[in-house]
């Protein structure tokens, strides 16, 4: 399976940045990462997609985010990262991030256990 590590989460005040990053730790070696991506949730919320990205692909982002967050490319180590510019309080949350896997459809999900992230005003 599947094991994401994140980490770069904590408390920036309002225009600040922060960066996230995470790594997919493969135990079976033939799963194939095809895409990796972050989302958030607040508690009492439904978890969001903030951003992703395919492998070779583009990006995609949340609406809320566009212009201020930037998501990496997927690397060939499986790494992807999150830079966070001009932070607002509504963007304090806990982001997960994301990793489809396999060759099958729909493909596998694997989740890592969340960074909290408090934007201050």
């Known amino acids: 399976q599947v094991q994401l590590v994140e980490s770069g989460g904590g408390l920036v005040q309002a225009g600040g940045s922060l960066r996230l990053s995470c790594i997919a730790v493969r135990r079976i070696f033939s799963i194939n990462i095809n895409a990796m991506g972050w989302y958030r949730q607040v508690p009492g919320q439904q978890r969001e997609l903030v951003a992703e990205v395919t492998r070779g692909g583009e990006p995609i982002y949340a609406d809320s985010v566009k212009g201020r967050f930037t998501i990496s490319s997927v690397s060939a180590r499986n790494t992807v990262s999150l830079q966070m510019n001009s932070l607002k309080p509504e963007d304090t949350a806990v982001y997960y991030c994301?990793?489809?896997?396999?060759?099958?459809?729909?493909?596998?999900?694997?989740w890592g256990q969340g960074t909290q992230v408090t934007v201050s005003s």
């Open positions: 994301n990793a489809k896997a396999g060759t099958m459809t729909p493909m596998t999900d694997y």
